[in-house]
C-alpha cells in the first residue's frame, strides 16, 4: 500500500512546484486582485483577497486530511511565482487520483510552463506515487484546457451533464479525461517529452 507524501517538492531546470503554504498568499493576491477572468471556467473562484484566503486555507485543510496536495507554481525562467496546480481526489486504496484546479496568470500562459509542470506530476504520480491511473476534469466549453489535456496525452472518457455548479453563476458540463499507467510508459511519457521546449 503506497503511503500519502508529506513533502512533495517537483522541479526541472524551467519550474518549481513545492507545497503551497498559508503565507502564500503575498504572492498569488496580483493575480486575484488584478485577474478574476482567470476562474471563468472554474468551480471555485479565489478573486479578491479574502476569496484567495479561503482558496489557499481550503485546501491546505485537504491536505491535511489526505484528500489534496496542492503546490505553488514558481517560473524559474521569469523568476516568478506564476499560479497553483493540484492533485486532489487522491484514492490511495483505488491508486488514482486527479490532477487540476491548475490556473497561472495572463503572463505565463501558453508559455510552456503547464507541460513542464504536466511532466513532473505525471512522472510523479505514475513512477514514484505508483497510481495506476491519472484524471482530468474540465468545464466542457473550455476549449483551450481541454485541448492542452488531450495534447499531453488524454484520452476523454465522457460527460458528465450538468454536473455542477459554478461560482460564476449556473451549472457545468464536466468533460472526463485520463491517462493510465501503462499509457504512460506507452508512449504518453515520450510524446509529452518531445513537446517541451527545454
Not at 451549472?171 to 509529452?192: A, C, H, P, T
Request: glycine letters at 6%; a positive charge; proline letters at 3%.
Amino acid at each position: 500500500m503506497i503511503v500519502f507524501p508529506e513533502n512533495i517538492s517537483l522541479e526541472d531546470e524551467r519550474v518549481l512546484l513545492r507545497p503551497l503554504q498559508e503565507n502564500d498568499i503575498e504572492f498569488f493576491l496580483p493575480f486575484a486582485m488584478n485577474e478574476p477572468e482567470t476562474w471563468y471556467y472554474s468551480l471555485v473562484s479565489p478573486a479578491g483577497e479574502e476569496g484567495m484566503k479561503k482558496y489557499i486555507s481550503t485546501t491546505i485543510r485537504q491536505r491535511a486530511a489526505k484528500k489534496e496536495y496542492p503546490f505553488i507554481v514558481f517560473d524559474k525562467k521569469e523568476n516568478k511565482y506564476a499560479g497553483s496546480t493540484r492533485f486532489y481526489d487522491i484514492q490511495l486504496n483505488n491508486l488514482s487520483t486527479q490532477l487540476g484546479y491548475t490556473w497561472y496568470g495572463k503572463e505565463f500562459r501558453r508559455s510552456g510552463l503547464n507541460r513542464h509542470c504536466k511532466l513532473l506530476m505525471l512522472t510523479y504520480a505514475f513512477e514514484n506515487w505508483g497510481m495506476e491511473r491519472v484524471e482530468f476534469r474540465a468545464d466542457a466549453r473550455n476549449e483551450k484546457s481541454v485541448n492542452a489535456m488531450k495534447a499531453i496525452g488524454c484520452v476523454v472518457e465522457g460527460i458528465l451533464r450538468s454536473h455542477s455548479t459554478i461560482e460564476a453563476g449556473g451549472r457545468r458540463d464536466s468533460i472526463i479525461l485520463s491517462i493510465l499507467k501503462n499509457e504512460w510508459f506507452g508512449g504518453v511519457k515520450q510524446r509529452l517529452i518531445e513537446k517541451i521546449d527545454y
